[in-house]
């Protein structure tokens, strides 16, 4: 997979994972935040079992340990971000989890001991600016929801990152697949302080399958994927599309606005990621030339 190819694909991902809030918000209606994810993620882990059965069999130690390990933030991402969204509106903790731009390249310079480039702190400047403006207007106060979904981007630059390092160290595929299943299990915790629930209507059942087959098995099956293939710094700043695609998403199923403010900051935003992934052609062949395993 070419190095755009890959990016395109994270952006699909991103997109996917934009109406995740839509979905999730529907679900918390009447399940509780473990219910919804082992249900997501249990579903997810059998459906994509399932389709690459053959493939799933011969798995490695190495793989079943990274799949656990990654499978840890992954885990924080959904507890801390279902938990904040009870008290936070939809705009708001895709807006905070979105900051997972600006721990992503932190983490990864702590990890090389190397300082971030000018290239990805003009980009973090931009798109950082960018998040600001998109939340004007609403209530951006450091309530208790909001410190969970801080948390819940906090996982998520560990789960990118993380990623990013496993992607190519071990099959990819199995990787995705097997990652799903222990966020199942990790989840099956949380029932020793809530109690396991279903989807009460039809639209909450919808919302499920949703999460399990678009969100989780289409975008977290895939994303180590097209991980493998380009970089942590810039797979954070595709990933921070998320919230405009969210912002689209609760316009079309709830009717909200986006004022001027939010749609100069969605333009900033774009702005960075561009930025962020422009690579000069002479770079190009040497930089991002992937061999095959």
């Known amino acids: 997979m070419s190095h755009t190819r890959a990016n395109l694909l994270l952006v699909s991902i991103a997109i996917a994972w934009g109406s995740s809030y839509i979905f999730m918000k529907i679900g918390l209606n009447s399940m509780n935040a473990s219910s919804i994810i082992v249900s997501r993620f249990a579903i997810a882990f059998i459906a994509m079992y399932a389709i690459f059965l053959k493939k799933m069999l011969n798995v490695t130690k190495e793989t079943l340990i990274a799949s656990a390990i990654l499978a840890l933030p992954m885990y924080g991402v959904f507890i801390f971000l279902l938990h904040g969204m009870k008290t936070t509106s939809v705009s708001t903790a895709s807006f905070l989890t979105s900051t997972t731009v600006v721990f992503v390249p932190l983490i990864h310079a702590l990890i090389t001991k190397r300082a971030p480039s000018r290239k990805t702190m003009l980009s973090l400047v931009i798109v950082v600016t960018g998040l600001a403006l998109l ?3 609403d209530d951006f106060g450091l309530s208790g929801g909001a410190i969970l979904c801080l ?3 906090l996982c998520n630059a560990l789960y990118l990152v993380w990623t990013n390092h496993f992607a190519k160290k071990v099959q990819p ?15 099956t915790f949380g029932f020793l302080f809530e109690t396991p629930t279903l989807p009460q209507t039809s639209s909450e059942w919808t919302a499920i399958l949703g999460m399990a087959l678009l969100c989780s098995a289409y975008g977290y099956v895939l994303q180590p994927i097209a991980q493998k293939c380009t970089s942590a710094e810039e797979a954070g700043f595709i990933f921070s ?3 405009v695609f969210a912002v689209a998403f609760a316009f079309i199923c709830f009717g909200e606005v986006m004022t001027g403010a939010s749609l100069t900051g969605a333009l900033l935003i774009l702005t960075g990621v561009l930025i962020a992934n422009y690579v000069p052609k002479a770079m190009k062949k040497t930089t991002f030339k992937i061999s095959p395993k």
Not at 173 to 187: D, H, K, R
Request: net charge negative; hydrophobic share 45%; aromatic share 12%.
């Open 135 to 137: 939340t004007i207007g």
């Open 151 to 153: 948390l819940c981007a």
């Open 173 to 187: 595929l199995q990787l995705g697949v097997y990652q799903l299943g222990f966020t199942a299990l990790y989840g």
């Open 241 to 243: 599309l998320e919230p």
